[in-house]
């Protein structure tokens, strides 16, 4: 019974050895994977940073200046969340954004990031409606003719290829000009 009782001691020391060989270990690779992330964010902001308002969409650059700060930061955090992939944050940012200032000159920017962030997500349907609801909504916006676009895309990625094909025509005849409309011709070769 002696020997026994040593025996399991003797096994529990060493499952506690291993446990906190492991323990270290993984706590090792995510101090690593910490600075990853850190050195990402940070190159990221770099290149955003560089891009410069040059060759940011002119639009957007000018509409950024006449929201609030806090409005701003609501909407720059909500892009950041985007451009790092997390897609669930961003659409909660830019939905608060648009509770926040649902009349700002970004609000349909706003609407289109909402977007792509269900579009990366695979929520196709989503994607669509919040495409949709841009396109009604602001009829005089710049992301009309790619709102299109992905509404496109969407349907023929899905196989509804009839609908994608109404979209193309449709980027074609009221955006003749557009690069979208470009891209459209291209699609229906």
Avoid at 24 to 45: F, H
Avoid at 99 to 113: C, G, H, M, Q
Avoid at 121 to 126: E, P, S, V, W
């Amino acid at each position: 019974m002696d020997s026994m009782l040593e025996h399991q001691s003797t096994e529990i020391a060493h499952l506690r050895i291993d446990f906190y060989t492991k323990s270290n270990e993984l706590s090792d690779k995510i101090e690593m994977l910490n600075t990853r992330m850190s050195d990402a964010e940070l190159q990221m902001t770099r290149i955003l940073e560089n891009l410069g308002p040059r060759q940011r969409a002119p639009a957007d650059s000018e509409d950024i200046a006449k929201i609030s700060p806090e409005a701003r930061l609501l909407y720059e955090s909500a892009y950041l969340n985007y451009v790092k992939g997390n897609y669930t944050d961003a659409i909660s940012g830019f939905q608060s954004y648009l509770r926040v200032s649902p009349d700002s000159p970004l609000s349909d920017n706003a609407l289109y990031w909402i977007g792509e962030s269900y579009t990366a997500m695979g929520k196709n349907q989503d994607a669509v409606n919040v495409f949709r609801e841009l396109i009604n909504k602001y009829p005089e916006s710049n992301k009309r003719p790619t709102a299109l676009y992905k509404i496109a895309i969407i349907y023929e990625e899905t196989g509804d290829t009839k609908t994608a094909k109404s979209y193309y025509n449709q980027i074609i005849n009221d955006f003749p000009n557009s690069p979208e409309a470009t891209l459209a011709r291209d699609k229906l070769k």
